[in-house]
T-cell receptor, first 114, second 109 residues
């Protein structure tokens, strides 16, 4: 597609429920990243996929968080047993690798855990 | 792990004044990138600096990469209301970017 597409754009869930966030990167971009941004804060790295290599999961805050990337394209970030502190905007980005044009971010999914 | 510090956290200026934000990394970087995030929006890539001492300009914006490749700055000359937003630096030391906390710029008309 023309840009990075994320869905849903907003998600309100009850504490303890599982959620799935989807990211559809730019076609041809081999690298895909998930970041989390709390209100008024910077971007916290979560996970990085590069081609067929094993993902860099070093940023995942707990074992409740997991992500997969199927067929080198679409990625799903799953949060199990959501907690209120999981509330944030989850941003997906993709890029070529290497990339002199930086990352292209999606519009994000705003997750609210009530 | 790699840390990227950015100052100031907030900056309020009158339209027409200049603005500078500074970025400092705990480790030597292979490159540094700058992004702008408008209120309610997502980060948008502005530029990448790769070479030691590199200076790049985009109209009223001037970006510098330090000689040691550990610090960088973004300077905006004669700010306009369209410059409002949060400016993030992001350092690449390995396979992915580490973002600074950002500088939120407000411009009073």
């Amino acid at each position: 597609g023309a840009g990075v597409s994320q869905s849903p754009s907003n998600k309100v869930t009850e504490k303890g429920k599982d959620v799935e966030l989807r990211c559809d990167p730019i076609s041809g971009h081999t690298a895909l990243y998930w970041y989390r941004q709390s209100l008024g804060q910077g971007l916290e790295f979560l996970i990085y996929f590069q081609g067929n290599s094993a993902p860099d999961k070093s940023g995942l805050p707990s074992d409740r968080f997991s992500a997969e990337r199927t067929g080198g394209s679409v990625s799903t970030l799953t949060i199990q047993r959501t907690q209120q502190e999981d509330s944030a905007v989850y941003l997906c980005a993709s890029s070529t690798s290497p990339s002199p044009w930086g990352y292209t971010f999606g519009s994000g999914t705003r997750l609210t855990v009530v | 792990g790699q840390q990227v510090m950015q100052i100031p956290q907030y900056q309020h200026v009158q339209e027409g004044e200049d603005f500078t934000t500074y970025c400092n990394s705990s480790t030597t970087l292979s490159n540094i990138q700058w992004y702008k995030q408008r209120p309610g929006g997502h980060p948008v890539f502005l530029i990448q600096l790769v070479k030691s001492g590199e200076v790049k300009k985009q109209k009223r914006l001037t970006f510098q990469f330090g000689e040691a490749k550990k610090n960088s700055s973004l300077h905006i000359t004669a700010t306009q209301t369209t410059d409002v937003g949060t400016y993030f630096c992001a350092g690449q030391g390995g396979s992915r970017l580490t973002f600074g906390e950002g500088t939120q710029l407000t411009v009073n008309p």
